[in-house]
């Protein structure tokens, strides 16, 4: 195997820690049917505002989803990365 870099090595890490809770599999599975707005995440997935939030932040930094504002609304989308990992988990 060749050597990995420390900056790739860190980048799995997020992206496995990610993936390895289930509130944050649960905010990905609810915006694989389109993209979201935080306020209807907040509601479908039950917890505050704030740890919806630190969620969507460590998803977002992890490279499974897209952020773009909206005026004050943050809509949240899947990365085509997040698209491929769940839909081979799913079939």
């Known amino acids: 195997?060749?050597?990995?870099?420390?900056?790739?090595?860190?980048?799995?890490a997020r992206f496995?820690?990610?993936l390895g809770e289930e509130?944050?599999?649960k905010i990905l599975l609810f915006i694989?049917?389109?993209?979201?707005c935080?306020?209807?995440i907040v509601p479908h997935i039950g917890l505050s505002?704030?740890?919806?939030?630190?969620?969507?932040?460590?998803l977002v930094s992890s490279g499974l989803?897209?952020?773009r504002k909206e005026g004050n609304k943050r809509i949240y989308s899947l990365t085509e990365n997040a698209k491929q990992i769940l839909f081979r988990c799913l079939s």
């Open 49 to 58: 505002q704030p740890a919806i939030s630190r969620h969507l932040q460590l």
């Open 16 to 18: 496995f820690k990610a």
């Open 65 to 67: 989803l897209n952020l």
């Open 1 to 12: 195997m060749s050597k990995i870099s420390e900056e790739k090595i860190s980048y799995m």
């Open 38 to 40: 935080q306020c209807d």
């Open 23 to 25: 509130t944050r599999l």
């Open 32 to 36: 694989g049917n389109g993209e979201k």
